[in-house]
């Protein structure tokens, strides 16, 4: 029976945490927090994808605030330019960030060692270039406005609240599919992968192809998390979509730690609200936020490499301590 | 029947012919050993086999099929599996998943079926485990099923990677010095895994430098010196054969090498 308990329990605490996170709305009318939190929501999203990738399979990306802003633009430009429904905005931003994605890890991926981080880190500085530029599509630096909100036919979801159950909606999807495919055969051999290469040869595992999905499935959920934010805040320019943004993707995965979604979910809120500390922490003095803002890169910085020298598996392993106060965490 | 084919493999690194035009044959159900000093090339042999490595001139011929034009990810979905002498397992992983991992080869759940949960994947998965702890008992080490591959005694950390090897149904398992490092206990224990593996069917190549093992458990050994093959039979003629002596005692000193 306490074997049954033990099973159940993570069902259980994901349920209550998928619960909490979807009744928020309902408890608080306070624009700003729900506006902040959807902000959490949409890295959370991408953060999944990091997590895969990163924790998971073992592979580096310094370039996926490149994939947010082109699944930001794709489907901004679709929707005001060509006038396609929002839902074909959304279909879009996930298919050119997967074609893009593709192109990008078929050849990198074909080599060993640090290539992918660096193809990737060019990658985003070659968008970030584009993104300024491409004025017919992007509007350049001044970014784009006026991107409508997210509607399906009559229905638009035009309230923070709504917005907020959107971005959650599709994270604690996101997140569902992706527990569901870690705890399975592809799951299963991304750890390999990042374990031994020879010994997921040795099992039969195609370690090109199996990084190769890994990198668009990131690549794709960056796309999807930079299209629903291009609808709820209205506005997209270069800079949200900059190399800080790389590494602050980057910051929540190795915070978060590897081999676990928990983690870099709980990664990816702290680090997210920590501009936006006033959302959460009532009292907080003008002043106080505004050191916090302009020593947020530095928090970041700090962060990676904090984590590096004192808590080697991030924030997972510390959960996983919790979660088996005896057991070997190694 | 004939089960691999080795013709004419030659590997030259540089000006060094580390593999020179060896080639013998292996027959389904037996166990085959190749054998020979440090230097002889074994292990580049073994990763020719393997195709992990590819050979100048030659070809191995496996059911028919030239695994020297595979990749080694395929070679093990035809049917050949392999052990590592420096053991690569998943340390972070349980005994149970790394012999789990081994079954990729012989399961096809995709990203999508997995993401969505499809109820024949967690069939294929519940099968898979119950195969994957089978396996582990047959090595003897259905007790450590769930402890992290890192925490495994040395000894039973080979007998892992050969579970795991054996959970992607191999006709054919090439084991890399699997008794290099093991006490005379874990020797036998390895030899008595070799023994119940050979009976299910599986053929098995050894390459191994200890000769204990080999003489005992080995039907046929292959003996190289210096890229060369110099002698081949079953172990009591190769016992005798004056060249393999010469080889061997040729050695500065044999017990200070593993």
């Known amino acids: 029976m306490r074997r049954d308990a033990r099973t159940l329990l993570p069902y259980v605490v994901v349920a209550l945490v998928a619960v909490a996170v979807l009744t928020v709305p309902l408890l608080t009318a306070d624009r700003y927090l729900l506006r902040v939190l959807t902000f959490v929501g949409v890295n959370v999203i991408i953060v999944t994808g990091m997590a895969l990738l990163f924790g998971y399979a073992g592979q580096v990306s310094l370039g996926h605030a490149a994939f947010y802003g082109i699944g930001a633009y794709a489907s901004a430009y679709v929707v005001v330019e060509l006038g396609w429904p929002w839902l074909a905005g959304v279909l879009t931003a996930v298919l050119v960030t997967a074609a893009g994605g593709l192109l990008l890890a078929l050849p990198s991926l074909r080599l060993k060692g640090h290539y992918l981080a660096m193809a990737t880190l060019g990658f985003g500085e070659i968008m970030r270039v584009v993104f300024t530029e491409a004025r017919t599509v992007t509007g350049g630096p001044d970014g784009r406005s006026g991107i409508p909100f997210p509607s399906v036919g009559e229905w638009t979801l035009d309230s923070a609240g709504a917005n907020y159950w959107l971005v959650w909606g599709a994270a604690v999807v996101v997140l569902v599919l992706a527990a569901n495919l870690v705890r399975s055969r592809p799951g299963r051999a991304m750890r390999a992968l990042h374990g031994s290469e020879s010994g997921a040869m040795a099992c039969g595992i195609d370690l090109v192809g199996l990084k190769v999905r890994v990198f668009v499935i990131s690549a794709a959920l960056a796309g999807f998390a930079g299209a629903l934010y291009a609808h709820v805040v209205g506005f997209i320019s270069p800079s949200t979509f900059s190399l800080h943004v790389s590494v602050l993707l980057v910051a929540m995965a190795v915070l978060g730690g590897s081999r676990s979604l928990a983690g870099p979910v709980l990664a990816a809120t702290v680090l997210t609200m920590i501009p936006f500390a006033d959302a959460v922490i009532p009292g907080l003095s003008r002043s106080a936020l505004e050191t916090i803002q302009s020593f947020q890169e530095d928090i970041y910085g700090l962060t990676i490499i904090g984590v590096m020298l004192f808590v080697p598996g991030g924030l997972a392993a510390a959960l996983r301590r919790v979660a088996s106060p005896r057991g070997r965490e190694r | ?258």
């Open chain 2, 1 to 258: 029947m004939t089960l691999l084919q080795v013709r004419g493999v030659t590997r030259r690194f540089g000006g060094l012919t580390a593999v020179d035009a060896v080639s013998f044959d292996v027959h389904e159900g037996m166990i085959k050993a190749v054998i020979g000093p440090n230097g002889a090339g074994k292990s580049t042999l073994f990763n020719v086999l393997t195709a992990f490595d590819r050979p100048d001139e030659g070809s191995v011929l496996f059911d028919g099929a030239d695994l020297t034009t595979m990749r080694p990810h395929l070679i093990v979905r035809a049917g050949v599996a392999r052990t590592f002498q420096n053991t690569q397992l998943f340390e972070e992983m349980s005994a149970e998943e790394n012999v789990l991992a081994g079954a990729h080869a012989v399961t096809r759940t995709g990203f999508l079926a997995a993401a969505l949960r499809m109820p024949w994947t967690v069939r294929e998965e519940r099968d898979a485990a119950e195969e994957a702890r089978r396996l582990l008992r047959l090595v003897g080490l259905g007790e450590w099923a769930s402890t992290p591959a890192a925490d495994l005694p040395h000894g039973l950390r080979r007998l892992l990677e050969i579970a795991r090897a054996l959970a992607t149904r191999p006709r054919l398992l090439l084991l890399d010095e699997p008794a290099a490092g093991l006490n005379s206990a874990e020797t036998s224990a390895l030899a008595e895994a070799l023994y119940r593996i050979r009976d299910l069917g599986v053929t098995i190549v050894v390459v191994e430098h200890d000769m204990g093992l080999v003489m005992e458990v080995s039907d046929e050994i292959v003996v190289l010196d210096r890229g060369r093959k110099i002698a081949e039979g079953p172990p009591r003629i190769i016992q005798k054969d004056p060249g393999v002596i010469a080889a061997y005692l040729g050695e500065e000193d044999v017990s200070d090498e593993f």
